[in-house]
C-alpha cells in the first residue's frame, strides 16, 4: 500500500514538472523510470551516474549495476534499458559498497575507449579514500581492473562528503576531485589528497594537486580550449561554490578557502575552534568562488555547453542541482552560467526548474539535448530545447514569463496551484 501511495505521488509530481516546464520555459522533458532505488530509498547512496559512447549511453547505479540505451532509440521516444555483465564483485569487495548507504560509486568517464569509475574503496576498518577503476568499452562485459588508489585513507564512518568526479586533463592525465570526508582540516594539509583536486596518470599512484581548501568537490570539467578548471562545491550550511582555476600549475596550488573561509555556517551554526568560516575569502589569502549560493542549493555537475546555447561564442556552462523538495534558492534546477572572456565576470545567469534531484547530467554529443539522472523520481530523462534563445544579444525567453519573476527561489510553487485544478 505504501508503495502503491508513493508511485501515485511520484507520477503526480512528474506530472506537475510535465506542466512547468512544457508551459513555462522553452524546454519540453521526457522521463523513462530507472530500475534503481531512489536516492531516499537507498539512505543517500547516489541513484546513478552516466556516461556516452558515439551510439551508447551508459548507466551505473551507485552500486555498480550497468544498464546502455541506445542512442538512436531516444528519437524514437522507445527507450529500452539494456544489461551489461561486470567482473565488479570481485574487484569492490566492500560488503557496504552493495548496501544503502553512501558507499558508492562517484563517477564515471569515457576515455580513449576505457570506462573509468571512481568510489569509496575501504583500505581498512572506517578508512576509505577515493579510488579509480577503469575496464575497456565492452557492451557484453566489463572487465575492471585498479588504476588509482593511493595508500592514504581517512576514519571515515559518515562516509559523505567525497567529491569522486572524474575528467581528461593534460599530457595523458586525468583530474579527480577529491573531498575531506568529514575531517575537515585535511583541506589545508599539502600532504594529504583530501580536499583537493589532484591529477595522476593511470597505473600510477603518485598524485599532483592542482588546488586544495576544497570541502566537497561534487561537479569537474577541464576546458582544455581556455586550459581553466571549473569545480562545483558543497559548503556547509550555505556557500556552495562554482570555482575557477584557471592555468593550473601544481608549482602554483590554488587554495579555496575550507574551512578558514566559507559563505555558509556550521550546521547548527556552531563555532568550532581552527575552523572559523570567514565569510570574505580573499582578505585570508584564498580564491574568491565565481558565484556562491547562499542558502546552499545541493550543487552537484558542471558541463559546458554547446555553441549553440551560447553568444558569439562565450563562456557557457551548466550545473545542476540537488536539494530535498524544499526550495531553498535553486535546487532541484539545471543553472546556466555565461562568463566573459577571461572568466572575471557572470554575464548572464539562468533558472531552469527541474523539480527533481539531478544527480548527474551530460550534453548529447552533436545536440544541445541535455541527458540528466534525476533520483527523486528516479529517472533517465532527456531535457530538449524549443527556442532557447529569443535573439541572440538579450535574456532566454522564459525570463519574461511572470512565475520567474514573482519567485525565483521556487517557480514550481508558484504554478502549483493552477497545476491541481487540471487534475481529475
Not at 532557447?388 to 527561489?409: E, F, G, M, R, V
Request: net charge negative.
Amino acid at each position: 500500500m505504501a508503495k502503491s501511495v508513493y508511485l501515485e505521488q511520484q507520477r503526480k509530481h512528474e506530472g506537475l514538472v510535465h506542466y512547468v516546464i512544457d508551459n513555462f520555459t522553452d524546454y519540453s522533458i521526457n522521463y523513462y523510470d530507472l530500475p534503481f532505488p531512489s536516492y531516499r530509498q537507498w539512505r543517500s547512496k547516489p541513484t546513478a551516474y552516466l556516461e556516452q559512447t558515439v551510439d551508447k549511453i551508459i548507466i551505473a547505479s551507485g552500486a555498480a549495476s550497468f544498464l546502455y540505451i541506445n542512442k538512436e532509440d531516444i528519437d524514437q521516444g522507445n527507450v529500452i534499458f539494456n544489461s551489461i555483465d561486470s567482473n565488479i564483485r570481485k574487484v569492490i569487495t566492500d560488503d557496504k559498497f552493495y548496501r544503502s548507504g553512501s558507499t558508492s560509486i562517484k563517477d564515471l568517464k569515457i576515455i580513449d575507449n576505457f570506462l573509468y569509475l571512481s568510489y569509496t574503496k575501504k583500505l581498512s576498518d572506517k578508512c576509505y579514500n577515493v579510488s579509480v577503476l577503469r575496464s575497456k568499452v565492452n557492451f557484453q562485459k566489463f572487465e575492471f581492473e585498479e588504476v588509482f588508489s593511493p595508500e592514504e585513507c581517512l576514519d571515515h564512518n559518515y562516509r559523505k562528503q567525497n567529491g569522486g568526479r572524474l575528467f581528461p586533463y593534460k599530457n595523458g592525465k586525468l583530474l579527480l576531485s577529491i573531498g575531506i570526508m568529514d575531517n575537515h582540516l585535511e583541506a589545508q594539509n599539502k600532504d594529504t589528497m583530501f580536499g583537493k583536486i589532484v591529477s595522476f596518470s593511470p597505473l600510477n599512484n603518485e598524485y599532483e594537486i592542482l588546488s586544495m581548501g576544497h570541502r566537497n568537490p561534487q561537479g569537474l570539467y577541464y576546458d582544455a580550449e581556455n586550459d581553466v578548471i571549473l569545480n562545483t562545491e558543497h559548503q556547509s550550511l550555505g556557500g556552495d561554490e562554482v570555482n575557477i582555476n584557471i592555468a593550473p600549475n601544481p608549482k602554483n596550488i590554488k587554495n579555496y578557502g575550507w574551512p578558514i573561509s566559507s559563505y555558509g555556517s556550521h550546521y547548527g551554526r556552531r563555532k568550532i575552534e581552527g575552523q572559523p568560516l570567514h565569510d570574505s575569502h580573499s582578505d585570508y589569502g584564498f580564491v574568491e568562488p565565481s558565484i556562491y549560493f547562499t542558502p546552499s542549493l545541493g550543487i552537484s555537475q558542471i558541463v559546458k555547453a554547446p555553441k549553440d546555447l551560447s553568444v558569439n561564442n562565450s563562456n557557457d556552462y551548466f550545473v545542476s542541482s540537488m536539494g530535498y523538495g524544499v526550495s531553498e534558492g535553486g535546487d532541484m534546477s539545471l543553472h546556466h552560467l555565461r562568463y566573459d572572456s577571461n572568466y572575471s565576470k557572470v554575464e548572464l545567469y539562468d533558472t531552469i526548474p527541474i523539480g527533481e534531484r539531478i544527480r548527474d547530467l551530460e550534453f548529447l554529443q552533436g545536440s544541445t539535448d541535455i541527458l540528466l539522472i534525476l533520483e527523486s523520481t528516479p529517472a533517465f530523462a532527456i531535457l530538449k530545447k524549443k527556442n532557447y534563445l529569443c535573439d541572440k544579444n538579450n535574456s532566454p525567453c522564459h525570463y519574461d514569463k511572470k512565475y520567474i519573476l514573482i519567485d525565483q527561489t521556487d517557480p514550481l510553487n508558484v504554478v502549483r496551484e493552477s497545476y491541481e485544478k487540471l487534475l481529475p
